[in-house]
């Protein structure tokens, strides 16, 4: 990182975390739906999806609200961050779904599925970025385990003692509730719609092009236990490897102010809060290159 940071608000992470260089990489676009497939393999939390989302009426507007919700938590001040989780844990408070399996009412903020959802979403995060070039050390990973722990999982209302805080923490939590996993009805309608979300006819064409190519590549980066529940095939582990790193090089040469202009702008906000030297850049903490291979039965290593 070059330059001087102007006096400001650095957010929850600001630019000296892990979590500040990390999530302004295009990765994170496929390490997000990896995510959805990850996490709907609960069935207690993707039960709560379908009753209660609009990803299907509106599956364009869910993913960027999604993205968002991610891009204030990470670049946004302190109050704007902490205004969002709010709003999180207010509407988790007030929804419960009905157990798939023996008909029980649960709530949605249970911090059973709360974790749940936080830890698929960091391990996935962390995983496809890193599988796919950005350069990070295990300390460097381990240091956004933490990041996400102490500042990311409160606003969503989990105790950071009950979080991973480590990649040893992580693939230890996954390993305790592999049992609880089940590609079940609920995981494959989540599955088919992200195949093929609906879009307008006359857009069906760009769908194929741009769109599978992401949903694939998300799946394929799946740990084997999760396409195993599947029952989707995927290439061996290096080919997944090999496109990962293609992809992520051919979107990294896209020059960060292009990418940034999309709405609604919240990494170039906090470059003007907090001057140039704040800019996210794969190697704005460290210059030692640890780069994932390929995936294990566990967490993210």
Not at 140 to 164: C, S, T
């Amino acid at each position: 990182m070059r330059g001087p940071v102007r006096p400001g608000d650095p957010g929850l992470f600001g630019p000296t975390s892990v979590t500040w260089h990390m999530h302004a990489d295009p990765m994170m676009w496929v390490a997000g739906v990896r995510a959805l497939y990850l996490q709907a393999l609960h069935p207690r939390a993707v039960r709560g999806v379908m009753e209660h989302s609009d990803f299907r009426r509106d599956p364009w507007g869910r993913l960027l609200r999604t993205a968002r919700f991610v891009a204030v938590t990470t670049y946004g001040t302190r109050e704007a961050a902490r205004e969002a989780g709010a709003w999180v844990r207010r509407i988790h408070a007030r929804l419960t779904a009905t157990d798939p399996a023996t008909g029980e009412r649960y709530p949605l903020d249970q911090p059973e599925l709360l974790l749940w959802v936080h830890c698929a979403e960091i391990d996935s995060y962390l995983h496809v970025v890193r599988r796919s070039g950005f350069p990070l050390t295990d300390e460097l990973a381990d240091r956004y385990i933490a990041e996400q722990r102490d500042a990311a999982a409160p606003l969503v209302g989990l105790d950071p003692g009950d979080v991973p805080a480590d990649r040893a923490q992580l693939a230890a939590y996954f390993a305790s509730v592999r049992g609880q996993l089940a590609a079940g009805a609920d995981a494959r309608a989540v599955d088919d719609f992200l195949r093929r979300p609906p879009v307008h006819p006359l857009l069906v064409p760009a769908r194929a092009a741009l769109w599978r190519p992401v949903a694939n590549l998300a799946y394929a980066a799946l740990p084997p236990y999760a396409r195993r529940l599947y029952g989707r095939p995927a290439p061996p582990p290096a080919r997944v490897t090999r496109r990962l790193r293609r992809t992520g090089a051919v979107l990294r040469r896209i020059p960060g102010r292009v990418r940034w202009q999309l709405p609604p702008k919240y990494i170039l906000r906090a470059m003007e809060r907090l001057g140039p030297g704040s800019r996210p850049t794969p190697h704005g903490l460290d210059t030692r290159v640890a780069i994932l291979d390929e995936p294990r039965e566990g967490g993210a290593r």
